[in-house]
C-alpha cells in the first residue's frame, strides 16, 4: 500500500510536463473505461433477458439523470483515450514527429473539445 | 542493437526479431487502431444518432434480426472481444507498474483474467442468444 501511495505521488510529482500528463490521463481513461465495460456488459447480460429486465435498466442505468452526467465522463475517458491512442501509435511508428510531440499533444486537445462539446451538449439535452 | 548497455525499447531481442513483451506492445497498437474506427462509431452512431434514449429492447431485437442482424451481432462481438483483451492487457499493465510482491502480482492478474473471461462469457450469450433469448432458454428450462 505504501509503495503504492508512493509510485502514484512519483507519478503525478515528476515534472514531465506534456508527456507526463498526457500519460497519466492515458491510464486514467484506460482504467476508468475498463470499470464502465465490466458495468456495461453485465446490464447488457440482464437487459438481454427480456422486456422487464431490460426496461429497469434502460431507465435506471442509461437514461436517469445522474446516468446522463455519467455518460459525458464516459465520453471524455473514451474520446481522450482513442484520440491520445493514436498520437501514441502514430508516434510509435514515426519516431521522427517525437520533436514536434508539445504541438502534437496540444493539437490532440483540441480535437477533443471540438468532438466532446457537441457530444456533451446532445447528451445532456433530454435532461434539461 | 549495437551495444548492450542502453535498449530503451524492450520489445525485441538482439536479433530484431518481437519477444512475447513486444507482441504484446504491436497487440495493444493494433487493437487500438481498430477500436479507433469501431469505438468511435460506435459512439456516434449508439450515442449521437440513434440516442441512448430510444435504444430500446424493441430496437434491440430489430438491429439484431435478419441478415443485417448478423452484421450489428459481429460488429458488438469485436467490441466485446477487442475491448476485452485490450483492457485486461492495459489493467495487468498498471498491476505490474504498481504490485511488486510476486505472489499478490499473480493473484491479481489471475482474478483479473478470470473475472474478464467470465465477462466475455456473458457477453457471448447475450450476443448470441439474442434479445430475450436468454428469458425464452430459461422459460424452456424450467418448463
Ligand atoms: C478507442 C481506441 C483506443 C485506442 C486508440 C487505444 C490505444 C491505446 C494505446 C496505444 C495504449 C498504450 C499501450 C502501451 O503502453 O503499450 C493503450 C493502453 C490502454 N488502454 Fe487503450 N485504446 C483504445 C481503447 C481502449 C478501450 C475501449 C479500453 C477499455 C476497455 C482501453 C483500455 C486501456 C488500458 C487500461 C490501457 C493501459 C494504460 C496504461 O498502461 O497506462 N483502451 N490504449
Redesign the pocket.
Known sequence: MAALVASIYRGISYRGAEGQWA?IL??AS??G??LF?YMHIVSIFIAAIGPGPYAWVHATLYTSPPAKVLEVFLLFG?LY??FN??R??IIDFFPALGKYQRTIVRIELVLVVVVLVPAAIITLRGIF | MATSSSRPYQGKTRYGAPNHEGRI?LF??LT??V??IT??FHLLYMHMAVGVENITFDNIDARWSGPAGVFWRLFDASLLFI??A??MN??R??INDYVHNKILNFLLTAAVYGLGLFLILLGSLAIVLGAGGLGNLFQRLTG
Request: hydrophobic content about 60%.
Open positions: 500519460w492515458h491510464r484506460g482504467l473505461i475498463v465495460l473514451v483515450h482513442a491512442g493514436m501514441i501509435i | 506492445w495493444m497498437r487500438g487502431l477500436m479507433f469505438v468511435v475491448g476485452m485490450h483492457g492495459g489493467v499493465f498498471s
